[in-house]
């Protein structure tokens, strides 16, 4: 007998594929968070990261070239910014439908490139290949660096942290924020430069009723949120703030004494209370995305 993946749902199917999967003591933090994270020496650990986009998923039809292949780079570079990195180098995969114009590559190409060099990330090479069906489908992986030990989990909260959110949340894809949006590394790096260094971090791609609850479940902690106090995007609800996903803001978690000076800090008007992580069974919230499911 067989289970089809919709009856399972994303995170239960991880949990069935995790178990499988090997690894050497130089991996540092595997599956379940942000980026892996892998020993590399004394001053930085590296931090690897892959990330897929699908046409009629991600992004449609219609969709210009150069946002598509900023998308695609721009979402592991948000996964990077989670760990408090710094990106470096990139492979591109690409798979796409031999009726396809060769301009569509090339706006998606000048789409990377220019995301990239804002970053100061290389692109390191890749791969091509034809679909067998019509459609678009890229794959980008990413390292990054970070300073040794270092990386911010999602697993290092704590009952009493503060939750914050940077930025705006709901609407991405009627405004297509989810297109142009800023991955956050500047963010991340300023509140490390800062000690304002968060104990629990994670992006928000598949919106905050589905991040929150794995961010804290990856802490060992409930949570409870404000609703009143989410920073809805103008024009969109409670209810699309926790749902909508593809927001790509931080989700963080401080200590109560370092959240007690976020109000006095440079970081007042970027940052916005949500709630607390407690040690108590954490409150229902409306999901946000779920891959596979019906």
């Known amino acids: 007998m067989t289970t089809p993946l919709s009856q399972l749902g994303e995170n239960a199917i991880l949990g ?36 897929v986009v699908v046409e009629d998923l991600h992004f449609t039809r219609n969709t210009a070239p150069e946002r598509i292949g900023r998308k695609a780079l721009a979402r592991a570079v948000s996964d990077i910014a989670a760990m408090g990195g710094i990106p470096e180098h990139a492979l591109i995969t690409l798979l796409c439908h031999p009726s396809r114009p060769v ?60 939750l914050f959110v940077s930025g705006l949340l709901g609407g991405s894809f009627p405004t297509e924020w989810h297109l142009d949006f800023e991955p956050r590394v500047k963010l991340a790096r300023a509140l490390l430069k800062a000690n304002f260094r968060p104990s629990a971090m994670m992006d928000l791609s598949d919106g905050l009723g589905t991040d929150l609850p794995r961010l804290a479940a990856a802490s ?14 103008p024009g969109f609800s409670i209810q699309d703030a926790v749902s909508h996903g593809e927001d790509y803001e931080l989700l963080l978690a401080l200590p109560p004494d370092i959240a007690e000076k976020v109000a006095d800090s440079a970081f007042a008007s970027t940052l916005h209370y949500i ?18 499911s019906a």
């Not at 933090?29 to 990330?51: F, I, Q």
């Not at 990377?112 to 034809?130: D, H, M, N, V």
């Not at 709630?275 to 596979?292: C, D, M, N, P, V």
């Open 103 to 162: 301009e569509l590559l090339e706006g998606i190409y000048r789409g990377i490139r220019e995301l990239a060099l804002q970053f100061g990330i290389s692109i390191a090479g890749g791969e091509t290949s034809g679909l067998p069906y019509d459609g678009l489908v890229i794959n980008v992986a990413l390292t990054g660096r970070v300073e040794h030990g270092q990386a911010v989990l999602r697993s290092g909260g704590s009952p009493g942290d503060v």
């Open 275 to 292: 709630g607390r992580l407690t040690s108590g069974s954490a409150r229902k919230i409306a999901s946000g995305w779920q891959h596979f």
């Open 16 to 51: 069935r594929i995790l178990p499988l999967l090997p690894v050497n003591e130089s991996l540092v933090t595997g599956p379940g968070d942000d980026c892996a994270v892998v020993s590399r020496d004394d001053e930085w650990d590296t931090l690897l990261k892959t990330d």
């Open 220 to 233: 060992g902690c409930g949570f409870e949120i404000d609703e009143t106090a989410l920073p809805c995007r």
